[in-house]
């Protein structure tokens, strides 16, 4: 059974970065797109990045373009979120989920059937 686990969260201060991983276990990643989101108190949650199970199409939601870069290491069961520039509105909970077969669109979450316990990352000065 595929789990995912979320680290390198944590409290930094504006215009530093962070470098976020999911990791899986159980099951290979290598079939699978991965998509980041990410949820602030008292919002919903909402799609920030995703990667295709071969990396070769990644996307990324407006307010982190340019910011933000998703790659994996299918070697390594391992996708990774590197955020630079990070800003106090990046302030949330980040999880990984694994895709599933759906019609549901990449930043859905309904399109997501396993997801991690997720990471708090705290942008603060």
């Known amino acids: 059974q595929l789990q995912l686990v979320e680290t390198g969260g944590g409290l930094v201060q504006p215009g530093t970065s962070l470098r976020l991983s999911c990791v899986a276990s159980?099951?290979?990643?290598?079939?699978?797109?991965i998509g980041w989101f990410r949820q602030a108190p008292g919002k919903e949650r909402e799609g920030v990045s995703y990667i295709s199970s071969s990396g070769r199409n990644v996307y990324y939601a407006d307010f982190v373009k340019g910011r933000f870069t998703i790659s994996r290491d299918n070697g390594e069961n391992t996708v990774t979120l590197l955020m630079n520039s990070l800003k106090p509105e990046d302030t949330a909970i980040y999880y990984c989920?694994?895709?599933?077969?759906?019609?549901?669109?990449?930043?859905?979450?309904?399109?997501?059937?396993?997801w991690g316990q997720g990471t708090q990352v705290t942008v603060s000065s």
């Open positions: 159980g099951l290979t990643l290598e079939n699978l797109a």
């Open positions: 989920a694994a895709r599933r077969p759906s019609g549901f669109a990449d930043f859905d979450p309904r399109g997501y059937g396993v």
